[in-house]
């Protein structure tokens, strides 16, 4: 089973993401990273309703409405990495995920089944200006998150 | 202030308009629950005086509603239902906004005469509102709803997607006749459901050679189906079954007065009703074509929807809802009924048009709170004596907050607990609190205490659902035509008609035929 990651709330889990970027000390284990990133929600809308669940069932960490990770274990390692001068990080996309998403390409441009890849509105959004366009804070932030949680499908 | 933006917010909210004294008037339209008009001034909340202090109060219980602890699971029924619980409300109280139905539309017919009688999508019908009609080709294309469509799509074969509206037509509203059921693509699309059924019905009713005998035909074992779906599946969820027993065994109280007036009772509309608002997920799992299946922000899904996004989808973006994630037993839960509104649905952008909720602090909590107290909504001490007689037959009813002041003063307490944003309305709100907030606090009681056990509502805030529902179909019901749509939906149904929303949905499932 792959891992997946659904990001929910982009904005969010991007500015967590940054403030990792710099901190001194991260979470080492993925618990501590969704618990952290629950506090720091929390703090950024001054509630105390959000929190990470594990869910058993589905071998998922939650958040709701903030960011789901399945296909882990619920005492998962937390590993960060960065491109150094001596070591650059390529990171492959997973095979089984990679084949899949290759057929729903080829369906979807042969017209096979219906639909097209979807793509989280914030890029059109910021695109196309308007009402729902983010700021460019909140654009740079929910691509850290894009790009770090993304995943080809 | 923006006009768009000023028609949004309640009065209240209004900055010239904050000092007006309580209590307030129901507005035209409405009246309080169990009496023609306006009840007396002492049986009106009043808050704490002035609009501008009770104000104050209630953006601090709006604060406590979205900010304050929640409680782990769901309610007790599928997430699928609060949209169909909102789309019976709009039915309910057939919006006649003038900005998207005409007065020139507006027909001489009691509008509670046309309550759970499905005018949110059939509007004045095919001769008189042609524009909601034309579906498909032939003779009974004029008498088809006009159903709108995802698309047309990347793709020049792609399947059209039902949904509810006629963007084509400049003329139509862009969601059938009620806009109000474009407010999010699930009401939207359950809009859409109802449609599809009666074009189904409409199709299968052979025997009927008239066009217009078979159109009344067709939509007879809609409205039944409809309301089969609201008293059998819908209300045994949101109730508590002593409730609606009570209910279905004797009728609605308030029937004599909604048999005289087309006035809605404030306490529905301004209290009870908006209770909905707690069973909202931070997240939902939409449907195949969106976000592979997985679930979206709750704020990311409602915007979805032709009225709130139109370019997005002139492009044809596909947002089709899978039923099974909302109705039936792989469905994903409804959130609990309980005191708490989940932050990314009350502070959604784009529940007010052109504006950042936040911004206004006019977030969605608030404005249900401030709706309550400039409709003129009874206290729940008033409110409760008038259901004394009823509710107070049920076993173990002296117990229950709703009808002993001193419980439900306690409760209230408890739940006010010590927070410190509450603290100088703290006695006020024991002793007299919004009915919109009793009616949360009772929902999350253990049921021994009248309430529903955060599953469903308590015993008065079901009495106040049941109410205008039970009213509208003493007053609407039709015996000889519900025996005539029994007979016609076993052709439309090939048998038992559907008794639950799955079981409806699962005839428009793209694996049916029979859609």
């Given at each position: 089973m792959p891992v997946e990651m659904n990001v929910m709330s982009h904005q969010l889990v991007g500015a967590w993401l940054a403030r990792l970027t710099t901190a001194e000390k991260r979470p080492e284990t993925l618990a501590g990273f969704m618990e952290g990133l629950a506090a720091y929600v929390n703090n950024a809308l001054g509630v105390e309703t959000i929190a990470a669940t594990y869910v058993a069932a589905r071998n998922a960490w939650r958040i709701p409405g903030v960011l789901e990770i399945f296909g882990?274990?619920?005492d998962a390692a937390a590993v960060y990495v960065s491109h150094a001068p001596e070591q650059v990080v390529i990171r492959l996309p997973d095979p089984e995920l990679l084949a899949e998403s290759r057929n729903l390409a080829v369906a979807f441009d042969h017209g096979g089944r219906s639909g097209e890849f979807y793509v989280d509105r914030f890029y059109y959004d910021y695109i196309r200006g308007g009402d729902y366009a983010p700021s460019n804070s909140a654009f740079l932030d929910s691509r850290i998150a894009d790009y770090t949680f993304a995943q080809c499908r | 202030m923006h006009p768009t933006l000023r028609r949004s917010?309640?009065?209240?909210?209004?900055p010239d308009a904050r000092d007006a004294a309580l209590p307030a008037d129901p507005p035209e339209g409405f009246r309080n629950i169990l009496g023609a008009g306006a009840a007396p001034d002492c049986a009106r909340?009043?808050?704490?005086?002035?609009m501008l202090e009770t104000e104050r109060m209630l953006e601090a219980l709006a604060f406590r509603l979205i900010r304050g602890p929640a409680r782990e699971g769901g309610a007790?029924?599928?997430?699928g239902y609060a949209y169909f619980a909102q789309f019976v409300t709009h039915d309910l109280h057939f919006s006649t906004d003038p900005e998207f139905?005409?007065?020139?539309?507006?027909?001489?017919?009691?509008w509670r005469r046309r309550r759970l009688r499905l005018d949110s999508i059939y509007g004045e019908g095919p001769e008189d509102a042609p524009y909601l009609y034309g579906e498909?080709?032939?003779?009974l294309a004029d008498w088809r709803l006009r159903i709108g469509r995802?698309?047309?799509?990347?793709?020049?074969r792609l399947t059209v997607r039902p949904r509810a509206?006629?963007?084509?037509?400049?003329?139509?509203?862009?969601?059938?006749?009620?806009?109000?059921?474009?407010?999010n693509p699930v009401v939207a699309q359950l809009a859409g459901l109802f449609m599809r059924l009666h074009n189904r019905a409409l199709d299968r009713l052979?025997?009927?050679?008239d066009p217009a005998e078979r159109f009344a035909a067709a939509r007879a074992v809609t409205e039944a189906t409809f309301r089969r779906l609201v008293f059998d599946d819908l209300l045994p969820r949101l109730l508590r079954p002593d409730v609606r027993a009570r209910y279905e065994r004797?009728?609605?109280?308030d029937e004599p007065f909604a048999a005289q007036t087309d006035d809605m009772p404030v306490e529905f509309t301004h209290a009870v009703s908006r209770?909905?608002?707690?069973?909202?997920?931070?997240?939902?799992?939409?449907?195949?074509?969106v976000n592979d299946g997985h679930a979206v922000n709750v704020a990311y899904m409602l915007r979805h929807t032709v009225k709130r996004d139109p370019e997005a989808f002139r492009k044809g973006r596909l947002w089709r809802v899978d039923w099974p994630a909302f109705f039936g037993p792989e469905a994903q839960a409804a959130d609990p009924f309980e005191p708490h509104v989940s932050v990314f649905f009350a502070e959604?952008?784009?529940?007010m048009p052109g504006d950042a909720a936040a911004r206004t602090r006019a977030h969605l909590v608030l404005r249900d709170l401030a709706r309550g107290m400039e409709g003129g909504v009874q206290t729940v001490t008033a409110t409760a004596a008038g259901f004394a007689r009823r509710l107070g037959?049920?076993?173990?009813?002296?117990?229950?907050l709703a009808l002993n002041p001193l419980r439900r003063a306690g409760a209230m307490a408890r739940w006010i607990g010590a927070d410190a944003r509450l603290a100088p309305w703290r006695r006020a709100l024991a002793l007299d609190p919004p009915l919109y907030l009793f009616t949360l606090v009772e929902a999350a009681a253990p049921a021994a205490a009248g309430?529903?056990?955060?599953l469903r509502l308590g015993a008065l805030g079901s009495a106040l659902f049941a109410e205008p529902l039970y009213a509208a179909r003493a007053l609407n019901g039709d015996a000889a035509a519900a025996a005539r749509s029994d007979a016609d939906g076993t052709v439309v149904f090939d048998g038992a008609p559907p008794r639950t929303m799955d079981a409806l949905a699962a005839l428009f499932s793209p694996a049916s035929s029979g859609g």
């Open positions: 882990v274990a619920e | 917010l309640p009065l209240s909210l209004w909340w009043r808050g704490v005086g002035s007790g029924f599928p997430a139905y005409p007065r020139r539309d507006v027909p001489h017919v009691p498909g080709v032939g003779q995802f698309g047309p799509g990347p793709i020049p509206g006629c963007p084509a037509d400049p003329r139509a509203p862009q969601c059938g006749v009620d806009e109000r059921n474009d407010e052979t025997a009927y050679g004797e009728g609605a109280l209770v909905g608002h707690a069973l909202v997920r931070a997240d939902y799992a939409v449907g195949r074509t959604a952008p784009g529940l037959r049920e076993a173990g009813s002296a117990r229950w309430g529903g056990d955060a």
